[in-house]
């Protein structure tokens, strides 16, 4: 692997941009492929399959999530230090991720044995869906350590201007997940079919071989940074410093994630086809606005190295140049979901019932793509500026003040039915991007220390 030693702090930005992000919007787009592909031969299985795996793969994303969220301030100040040409403390600040990243995915280890049966019970779904949906979970979060490893691992390298190495690890070990994920899902070969639990399986598997070839490129420096864990010890300020910027982010994901339950549950009332039709509109709408987290991320890492390099114009250009470059992108993707709304659907199920419903719902969900990529951008430049707050509080008052209060009412106060928890979503965007909008003109994030 080549060592990324590039200066983004300089030349073209609009380089620098697509330079970072293609690899971003590959690593991203085979994690939500395989996503995308594991729910369309659960799929075969049924609705209720669909279901619990799609129910199920909230409540894991929920802790995921959270992991996620607490790793943006490892972003942040890893890229600072990189922008300040301060390596020595960019390392040091890694191996501090790493400790972070440990605790947390013991105690999602633990949350997910105890927890997940009680969670499942709370949407009062058919049996057979709990049943399978709490097998997801247990076995997913029974991973949990390996995730926030691995994904501490791509973020330090990430931050540090190397999106290269996390695509190719990603690349192969999610190409072996689809190799053998319809095996064992379907049960081909000598497999069994082993069906949502399976699902989850070769999830472990895959994060935990990429979380070993992630930390094994960094300690043996063949990334930008080199994690040096012979003089290692726990510093708790660079820590606390960490878990500050991030700790607002990974709120925003938790609540997220619990904004997506609350709607799985307004969901239940119309049926397993609802509920079937929302979650995979969850995973639909991951695959779609994938280009939006890779160039979102990609200007992030410019923001906090830029920043560090104390170059706050170059900063600024880099996000509305990449809110331009998205805007494009989603246009075309607006208008593709329009005219093929049935054919993406009818790639994870048949179902004539689930096809009406999820169809409707892709559509419906269009008519705020683009506004949702402006947010996304917005959102993870604020993140690589380590103002991780704002963007917390935005995202709460975007879901529990507007997406959930008209989600349930205007399915009980309109006639648009089942179809008013969508609109609910899409009128919830337009509140946050007006929002993001204005809080990023005021520029306080421009002068946030880390």
Same mark, same amino acid.
């Given at each position: 692997?080549?060592? $990324?030693?590039?200066?983004?702090?300089?030349? &073209?930005?609009?380089?620098?941009?697509?330079?970072?992000?293609?690899?971003?919007?590959?690593?991203?787009?085979?994690? %939500?492929?395989?996503?995308?592909?594991?729910?369309?031969?659960?799929?075969?299985?049924?609705?209720?399959?669909?279901?619990?795996?799609?129910?199920?793969?909230?409540?894991?994303?929920?802790?995921?999530?959270?992991?996620?969220?607490?790793?943006?301030?490892?972003?942040?100040?890893?890229?600072?230090?990189?922008?300040?040409?301060?390596?020595?403390?960019?390392?040091?600040?890694?191996?501090?991720?790493?400790?972070?990243?440990?605790?947390?995915?013991?105690?999602?280890?633990?949350?997910?044995?105890?927890?997940?049966?009680?969670?499942?019970?709370?949407?009062?779904?058919?049996?057979?869906?709990? %049943?399978?949906?709490?097998?997801?979970?247990?076995?997913?979060?029974?991973?949990?350590?390996?995730? &926030?490893?691995? $994904?501490?691992?791509?973020?330090?390298?990430?931050?540090?201007?190397?999106?290269?190495?996390?695509?190719?690890?990603?690349?192969?070990?999610?190409?072996?997940?689809?190799?053998?994920?319809?095996?064992? $899902?379907?049960? =081909? =070969?000598?497999?069994?079919?082993?069906?949502?639990?399976?699902?989850?399986?070769?999830?472990?598997?895959?994060?935990?071989?990429?979380?070993?070839?992630?930390?094994?490129?960094?300690?043996?420096?063949?990334?930008?940074?080199?994690?040096?864990?012979?003089?290692?010890?726990?510093?708790?300020?660079?820590?606390?410093?960490?878990?500050?910027?991030?700790?607002?982010?990974?709120?925003?994901?938790?609540?997220? &994630?619990?904004?997506?339950?609350?709607?799985?549950?307004?969901?239940?009332?119309?049926?397993?086809?609802?509920?079937?039709?929302?979650?995979?509109?969850?995973?639909?709408?991951?695959?779609?606005?994938?280009?939006?987290?890779?160039?979102?991320?990609?200007?992030?890492?410019?923001?906090?190295?830029?920043?560090?390099?104390?170059?706050?114009?170059?900063?600024?250009?880099?996000?509305?140049?990449?809110?331009?470059?998205? %805007?494009?992108?989603?246009?075309?993707?607006?208008?593709?979901?329009?005219?093929?709304?049935?054919?993406?659907?009818?790639?994870?199920?048949?179902?004539?019932?689930?096809?009406?419903?999820?169809?409707?719902?892709?559509?419906?969900?269009?008519?705020?793509?683009?506004?949702?990529?402006?947010?996304?951008?917005?959102?993870?430049?604020?993140?690589?500026?380590?103002?991780?707050?704002?963007?917390?509080?935005? &995202?709460?008052?975007?879901? =529990?003040?507007?997406?959930?209060?008209?989600?349930?009412?205007?399915?009980?106060?309109?006639?648009?039915?089942?179809?008013?928890?969508?609109?609910?979503?899409?009128?919830?965007?337009?509140?946050?991007?007006?929002?993001?909008?204005?809080?990023?003109?005021?520029?306080?994030?421009?002068?946030?220390?880390?």
């Amino acid at each position: 692997m080549t060592m $990324i030693t590039k200066d983004w702090t300089q030349g &073209s930005i609009l380089k620098n941009l697509f330079g970072l992000s293609w690899p971003m919007a590959l690593t991203e787009g085979f994690g %939500s492929l395989v996503m995308t592909v594991d729910l369309i031969w659960v799929g075969r299985l049924g609705s209720a399959a669909i279901a619990s795996a799609g129910v199920g793969g909230m409540v894991s994303m929920l802790v995921m999530g959270a992991n996620v969220g607490l790793m943006m301030g490892v972003r942040a100040i890893v890229a600072r230090f990189v922008g300040a040409r301060d390596i020595s403390s960019a390392n040091h600040a890694a191996t501090q991720a790493l400790v972070i990243a440990v605790v947390f995915g013991l105690v999602a280890v633990l949350a997910g044995i105890t927890l997940s049966e009680s969670v499942m019970n709370l949407f009062g779904l058919e049996p057979q869906v709990v %049943s399978e949906g709490v097998t997801y979970v247990r076995i997913t979060l029974a991973g949990a350590l390996a995730f &926030s490893l691995r $994904i501490a691992a791509d973020n330090i390298m990430q931050a540090s201007g190397d999106t290269l190495t996390p695509m190719k690890i990603t690349i192969l070990t999610r190409s072996i997940h689809l190799l053998l994920a319809p095996a064992i $899902i379907l049960g =081909w =070969w000598v497999f069994p079919q082993m069906g949502v639990t399976g699902a989850a399986l070769i999830n472990v598997f895959t994060h935990t071989f990429a979380m070993a070839i992630g930390l094994w490129v960094l300690i043996t420096g063949r990334s930008r940074l080199r994690l040096n864990l012979k003089n290692f010890r726990i510093d708790m300020n660079i820590i606390w410093r960490m878990v500050k910027i991030g700790m607002p982010a990974s709120i925003m994901n938790i609540q997220r &994630s619990l904004g997506y339950l609350v709607l799985a549950w307004l969901m239940v009332p119309f049926g397993t086809f609802a509920v079937a039709g929302h979650s995979l509109m969850q995973r639909i709408d991951i695959l779609i606005i994938l280009p939006t987290w890779a160039i979102g991320s990609s200007a992030g890492v410019l923001v906090g190295q830029n920043l560090g390099a104390q170059q706050v114009q170059r900063a600024v250009r880099s996000v509305w140049l990449a809110s331009a470059a998205i %805007s494009v992108v989603m246009i075309a993707v607006t208008a593709a979901i329009l005219l093929w709304a049935e054919g993406i659907v009818g790639l994870f199920s048949n179902e004539p019932g689930l096809m009406v419903i999820a169809s409707t719902f892709l559509r419906i969900a269009a008519a705020g793509y683009l506004l949702m990529a402006l947010t996304v951008v917005l959102q993870q430049a604020l993140s690589g500026a380590g103002d991780t707050m704002p963007a917390m509080l935005i &995202s709460l008052m975007m879901i =529990w003040v507007v997406q959930l209060p008209l989600a349930y009412f205007l399915p009980r106060l309109t006639e648009f039915g089942v179809y008013g928890v969508r609109w609910a979503l899409v009128i919830g965007v337009f509140a946050g991007a007006v929002a993001y909008i204005v809080y990023f003109h005021i520029g306080r994030w421009k002068r946030k220390t880390v």
